[in-house]
């Protein structure tokens, strides 16, 4: 099987990239042709890709020709898939994208606050990736473009075909809110706004939306980011939750709930300690600890 070395993206050109790999040196008693490269892109990680070009042989190079410019934040990522046609075996490398490559010490500082989110300070979040290109969806009028269905279950009302690209859990940092009423001549409904912190994957961008564990939906509205030589090592983005009634609530969550140990944190199922180790008695039980009746 065909091994690949190198596999990234490049171009100082803003109506295309170029994708480039390059693949270990195989033997006269191999054929090259019998291998198949199929090139996919998506702008989430994790998918959904779809086919830009291939099946094809002998290519290490590719100019993505429609490749969308118009949105300043976002990142487009490539895969690539190799079939062996003789053997049906087929490998798959990637994702890459034309982001800037960290160094030893940017990979550290992301080990170290991926261990203190997961560990101490975060909590288990999901984020939705929002899609913005691809299949326009039927609710869409190309001619005013703009939407004409206001909750579409098809586009979640993004304007593209299933609105948002494969949900990514990640462990994450959320202030508490300020609880406030606004008022206005119809309804009086909460508008709750505040910052959630993580490491640099999964990339957050404007419009995403983000589900907690108690299945509050938060969208996002603004993002900063901490970066080590150009790469994103930390972000701070700030959120604000949708209503109930929203279209995006129908966005499924495929945990199973009867998993307890996926569902709740290890933490709480350890009772609080001393400096010197010494348990606690449990702060909820019949006599808790430090209070008088």
């Given at each position: 099987m065909l091994k690949v070395t190198k596999f990234y993206a490049r171009s100082f050109d803003i109506d295309s990239l170029t994708i480039f790999w390059e693949i270990e040196d195989i033997t006269k008693d191999d054929d090259i042709y019998a291998y198949e490269f199929t090139l996919s892109k998506c702008e989430s990680p994790v998918g959904p890709y779809d086919v830009v070009f291939g099946p094809f042989q002998n290519l290490f190079t590719f100019r993505d020709s429609i490749h969308p410019e118009n949105h300043k934040n976002r990142s487009i990522y490539y895969k690539l898939k190799i079939v062996d046609r003789r053997t049906n075996e087929e490998k798959e490398y990637g994702p890459t994208s034309q982001l800037p490559e960290p160094d030893l010490i940017a990979l550290e500082i992301i080990r170290q606050e991926d261990v203190l989110f997961r560990g101490h300070i975060g909590r288990k979040c999901y984020l939705f990736p929002r899609k913005t290109f691809g299949a326009r969806c039927v609710c869409?009028?190309?001619?005013?473009?703009?939407?004409?269905?206001?909750?579409?279950?098809?586009?979640?009302?993004?304007?593209?075909?299933?609105?948002?690209?494969?949900?990514?859990?990640?462990?994450?940092?959320?202030?508490?809110?300020?609880?406030?009423?606004?008022?206005?001549?119809?309804?009086?409904?909460?508008?709750?706004?505040?910052?959630?912190?993580?490491?640099?994957?999964?990339?957050?961008?404007?419009?995403?939306?983000?589900?907690?564990?108690?299945?509050?939906?938060?969208?996002?509205?603004?993002?900063?980011?901490?970066?080590?030589?150009?790469?994103?090592?930390?972000?701070?983005?700030?959120?604000k939750e949708v209503l109930r009634g929203d279209i995006t609530y129908l966005l499924p969550v495929n945990d199973d709930i009867k998993k307890v140990e996926e569902i709740f944190d290890w933490r709480n199922k350890y009772n609080p300690t001393t400096h010197q180790n010494q348990p606690k008695p449990d702060y909820l039980g019949e006599h808790p600890d430090g209070l008088t009746y």
């Open positions: 869409f009028n190309q001619v005013l473009q703009r939407q004409e269905v206001g909750n579409c279950k098809t586009c979640f009302g993004v304007g593209y075909i299933g609105g948002f690209n494969t949900p990514i859990s990640f462990y994450a940092q959320v202030d508490p809110n300020s609880r406030e009423l606004q008022l206005t001549p119809n309804i009086n409904h909460t508008v709750n706004v505040t910052t959630l912190r993580t490491i640099s994957y999964p990339p957050i961008q404007v419009g995403d939306v983000i589900v907690d564990s108690e299945n509050h939906r938060w969208i996002s509205v603004g993002v900063r980011v901490t970066q080590r030589l150009k790469y994103d090592v930390h972000q701070e983005v700030t959120i």
